[in-house]
């Protein structure tokens, strides 16, 4: 069976299902059962990909292959699970929509970290009856047995011309590891379009947020999207982001704070003026803020996004 991969656009830092509820207390009658020690996950994924077509193609069969295992592996009973849910702004807009949804499954309770619970939980039709909603995995934080906030670690997602997997590992300290691989159909398997992002790494802090994490503890980060200060492992302070937003379908120049990772204050979504190279693709590092301010959002101390003021939409209905 042929293996068909896609690139997603963006991918990350976190994903695409944040939730909290504290009005919705978990009993936890098969807790006891799922338990599994870490490591846990694909550990495939973490491995550099060689140049090589046959032992690539033998890397991302083991990956594939993993990931079924996974997707197969039993789950507690569907369960209601109430709730607000914030995303990042880069996700895709059809994992989005998708995570709309109330029912969820337990499937790997992880190791007790600070003095949070932590479950692996699944999204899928199985409880929401969609045929159409694609499976997610959430990385679920509980407190004295109550949501405190639930994150997406990943997800497959198929189409009729594409398909793209969001793979996850946690290493034994903790670490959350994540990577998107994706790829065009292509009737001619010699010239299938395969692309494997970066990986991306994550880790749970004391106040429970999962927030990025960079294996140098301390030094200024730049990359093509982004850049700013990294302190003890996370972002720290004001970064500059150019990446996709789906509130408002554009490539946008963002002025973001974060304090130990977590985002906190005013953050400014601005239009961002592409430029392109030789191939079509966007340069990134040479594209430019813009004056047309899109979104404006505030977070309080605790990370929690308290206003969000999208612009575009009525700057839209004036012109």
Not at 85 to 104: K, M
Not at 206 to 213: A, M, R
């Amino acid at each position: 069976m042929k293996i068909i991969y896609l690139l997603l656009i963006q991918l990350i830092v976190l994903s695409s299902c944040i939730t909290r509820n504290k009005n919705y207390r978990m009993s936890f009658v098969e807790k006891d059962t799922l338990l599994v020690t870490l490591p846990v996950g694909i550990k495939f994924i973490n491995y550099d990909v060689p140049e090589n077509r046959l032992i690539k193609s033998q890397l991302l069969d083991s990956i594939y292959k993993i990931g079924l295992q996974i997707d197969d592996k039993k789950t507690t009973v569907c369960f209601i699970s109430k709730k607000n849910t914030e995303y990042q702004y880069y996700e895709i807009e059809e994992i989005l929509e998708d995570s709309e949804v109330e029912n969820i499954e337990h499937l790997l309770r992880l190791p007790n970290i600070y003095k949070f619970e932590i479950y692996i939980d699944k999204i899928s039709n199985k409880c929401n009856k969609n045929k159409y909603l694609d499976t997610q995995y959430c990385i679920s934080i509980y407190e004295n047995s109550e949501i405190l906030r639930r994150y997406n670690i990943g997800y497959i997602d198929y189409n009729d011309l594409s398909t793209y997997t969001k793979y996850w590992y946690i290493d034994k300290d903790y670490i959350i590891h994540t990577r998107i691989i994706g790829g065009v159909v292509e009737e001619d398997e010699e010239h299938e379009n395969i692309y494997i992002d970066r990986l991306y790494k994550y880790i749970i802090t004391d106040k429970g947020h999962l927030v990025p994490y960079y294996n140098k503890e301390q030094f200024f980060n730049e990359t093509k999207t982004e850049k700013g200060k990294v302190k003890n492992h996370t972002k720290s302070g004001l970064w500059i982001e150019k990446k996709y937003n789906y509130l408002v379908f554009e490539e946008t120049y963002v002025e973001a704070n974060y304090n130990k990772g977590v985002p906190i204050g005013k953050w400014d979504f601005y239009k961002l003026e592409l430029v392109y190279d030789k191939e079509g693709d966007i340069n990134y590092r040479e594209s430019k803020k813009t004056a047309k301010l899109l979104i404006t959002e505030i977070y309080n101390s605790e990370g929690e996004l308290i206003e969000r003021e999208i612009y575009s939409q009525q700057l839209d209905i004036l012109e």
